[in-house]
């Protein structure tokens, strides 16, 4: 049986979730988890919990402790790198010997934010929203008056928060400017809504009308899975929303993901762009990795 532990925030346990259980399936290892997450923000309240998720067998041992059937460890490689002019970054290369594991091993996922992982088919089955949240999200969006799913409405998904705090990571005005400049080349008359963690910081960076809302994690959740048109911060939170989106999006993303604003050509957390969208530079110009 192979397990791992969620830590981080929603993003992250749905990358831990979706890697142990790739590899569990495609060895035919039984898998299973404890639901309750540690080290997040939301103190221990599992934040998947709007999704139709199935835990396999269940256990209460938490990150620090091996199950007693637990016989080997995998932990998610990383390379730190240190630049000249003060930046540094941890690097997860993709990293195939996972699929060989032997059973029995509990994994330790740092990242693993790389498509090349995933069968998305599967994810979308495994990642549903339960029918009644998404009867609560669709009400609350009928307030802003458009379809999110119409060509001409783009989501714009800002992240604040903590970013707030690291000048490397909070992605300049520039990057949100030159993204929203892009979709209304694509139609004149695109409507914008954005979703995010910090409605106050939204609100101060956007200097036009465009609603702004947090319905919860899973009501934001939502609005991305089911936009036709994404502007994505570098947060995990927007990578399989916006990549399990069936209505086939036009997604702008940060180019070079959380060093986008200091990146003189390096790709920090992973690869991100085998997720296949049209990643911004700096320069202003979209690119496809």
């Not at 404890?34 to 221990?44: K, M, S």
């Not at 195939?96 to 992982?117: E, G, S």
């Not at 994810?123 to 307030?143: P, T, V």
Request: glycine share 6%.
């Amino acid at each position: 049986m192979l397990t791992s532990n969620f830590t981080g925030n929603l993003g992250n346990h749905m990358f831990i979730y979706a890697l142990t259980r790739t590899v569990a399936e495609r060895n035919n290892y039984d898998w299973g988890f404890n639901p309750r997450p540690e080290y997040d923000y939301y103190h221990g309240k599992p934040q998947m919990d709007f999704l139709d998720i199935d835990y396999g067998k269940i256990h209460n041992y938490s990150y620090n402790e091996n199950p007693p059937w637990i016989k080997y460890i995998w932990r998610e490689y990383y390379e730190h790198k240190d630049f000249v002019y003060g930046d540094s970054i941890d690097f997860h290369p993709f990293q195939k010997d996972v699929f060989d594991i032997k059973d029995n091993t509990k994994l330790f996922i740092r990242c693993a934010q790389d498509a090349r992982y995933y069968d998305k088919e599967k994810l979308k089955e495994w990642f549903k929203i339960k029918d009644e949240e998404k009867g609560k999200y669709k009400a609350n969006i009928r307030q802003f008056g458009f379809d999110i799913r119409q060509d001409n409405v783009t989501v714009i998904n800002i992240r604040g928060g903590e970013y707030k705090g690291v000048s490397n990571l909070l992605l300049r005005k520039k990057y949100w400017q030159d993204a929203i400049n892009i979709m209304k080349k694509r139609n004149p008359s695109m409507l914008f809504i954005c979703v995010t963690d910090d409605e106050n910081y939204a609100n101060r960076l956007l200097n036009f009308n465009v609603p702004i809302t947090h319905l919860s994690i899973g009501g934001d959740y939502y609005i991305i899975n089911k936009a036709k048109n994404i502007i994505l911060s570098n947060s995990s939170f927007g990578i399989f929303p916006a990549w399990l989106n069936e209505n086939n999006p036009f997604v702008i993303a940060p180019r070079y993901w959380s060093r986008h604003n200091v990146s003189t050509g390096y790709w920090a957390n992973s690869d991100i762009w085998t997720f296949g969208w049209n990643f911004l530079d700096k320069d202003g110009k979209l690119y496809n990795q």
